[in-house]
């Protein structure tokens, strides 16, 4: 365990704290597994009564030989966002990959290694205009994970959690670039109607999956966003028409009053740039 004091004050004051443990799949592969440290049981990222505080979290790294260390779980209403950089560092001389390297110097906030010590995690404060996301060795979340901390803290960076939602956008732009929407020959036909639509979808090989989450089900994604851009793909599936993915979204169970929040400067709604999303990434 690294310089515990490091880590900043204002996350120690909240009770968002887990412990983890690392386990071995049969396949081989290692999976870092979130631990409630009052109990010592399985955490969740979606449950906060198996969340802790600090002080527990730390006590139950001390005197638990089967746990590896202490996490962080971001939450919708918290106003953090965490950046991993993975396999940017050369562990041994400490060097970092030099792309990687300017965008941490461009968020200029709290900055530790990671548990390997080949990647940099990075703790800002800002909001994601739509579910996090995973590409090319970048993760960025601001709900439903957690971070392992380790208060490694990297010498020259700051010590705290600064604001940075114009460097977060323009992160996310660089590293997730909106895909252009791509135009589908066979959708060409007739669009059904929405009834038809969804009753085909029932019957089809994607049909569980659609009634489950159309229902309102979200217990099988870690958050009820990644379940909205589950349906929302279904559905970009069988129709590019935007307009009808918007109307049957809001026939479904997961339709909540978020679908309709300008979450972005040019005032598109979380709705619109889910939909957005799908279409352009909908083969």
Known sequence: MHELKIIPDELKKRDQWVNWKRFKKSSGAVSKLPINSMTGRYASVVDPSSWSSFANAIQRSQTDPCIDGLGFVFIATDPYTGIDFDHCRNPISGEFDPD??????????YTEISISGTGVHVIIRGELSEPGCRKNGAEIYDRARYFIVTGDHIPGYPTTINERQPQLEKLHQKLFPPQPIVQHHLNAKRTLADN?????????????KFRQLFSGDWSSYPSQSESDLALCSILGFWSQDRAQIDRIFRSSGLY????????NRSGATYGEITIQKVLGNTQ
């Open 196 to 208: 038809d639509l969804t009753e085909r979808i029932k019957r089809s090989r994607q049909g569980h």
């Open 100 to 109: 990687v390297l300017s965008l941490i110097q461009f968020l200029d906030s």
């Open 256 to 263: 909540r009053k978020k679908w309709d929040e300008p979450r």
